[in-house]
T-cell receptor, first 111, second 116 residues
């Protein structure tokens, strides 16, 4: 059974720092891995999607990597800003309908 | 206007009451989903629908039912609410024309349900 883990559960860093969020999964049979951002009262927004055949994806200050063989993904945020404060969720797609989710990392960027 | 809307946004109810959560979308997607989110846990799938006549149970469907009234509308009902159904509920949509490796789901803002 696929399990997704995100560590740490919470992270607080000063503005301007680069940071890395981690996601691990137990079964490498995935179609893709996605990173979402969750803001209170606003739902979830997809940030980056990495196909199973890809190693990384970049969007602006965000870079996500995928190592299927080790069951790991990282989300790198460069030059963090207070507006990056949110909960970041990773999810792996295991079928034509099912996503398996991590519990998330709550990120606080201190001005 | 938001592409995926949920009503109500917040609801407090009592044990044993019947509750309906509604979801509407303007994205033109054929697939719709209901998830619940609990503190410290990932989102869990309750029900999903591939079209109006195709509704399927997810991993935690006990105590819930759904209705797909139209392609754009998908409702979740709690027939007799209990306190452990207190959670944040999300509706999501996706397009079946998307490839499995590349398509994503689009989420509503969530409904916070409290069962006393």
């Amino acid at each position: 059974k696929q399990e997704v883990t995100q560590i740490p559960a919470a992270l607080s860093v000063p503005e301007g720092e680069n940071l890395v969020l981690n996601c691990s999964f137990t079964d490498s049979a995935i179609y893709n891995l996605q990173w979402f951002r969750q803001d209170p009262g606003k739902g979830l927004t997809s940030l980056l999607l990495i196909q199973s055949s890809q190693r990384e994806q970049t969007s602006g200050r965000l870079n996500a990597s995928l190592d299927k063989s080790s069951g790991r993904s990282t989300l790198y945020i460069a030059a963090s800003q207070p507006g990056d404060s949110a909960t970041y969720l990773c999810a792996v797609r295991v079928s034509n309908y099912q996503l398996i989710w991590g519990a998330g990392t709550k990120l606080i960027i201190k001005p | 206007d938001a592409d995926v809307t949920q009503t109500p946004r917040n609801r407090i109810t009592k044990t044993g009451k019947r509750i309906m959560l509604e979801c509407s979308q303007t994205k033109g997607h054929d697939r719709m989903y209901w998830y619940r989110q609990d503190p410290g846990l990932g989102l869990r799938l309750i029900y999903y629908s591939f079209d109006v006549k195709d509704i399927n149970k997810g991993e935690i469907s006990d105590g819930y039912s759904v209705s797909r009234q139209a392609q754009a509308k998908f409702s979740l009902s709690l027939e007799s609410a209990i306190p452990n159904q207190t959670a944040l509920y999300f509706c999501a949509t996706s397009d079946s024309k998307g490839a499995r490796t590349t398509d994503t789901q689009y989420f509503g803002p969530g409904t916070r349900l409290t069962v006393l």
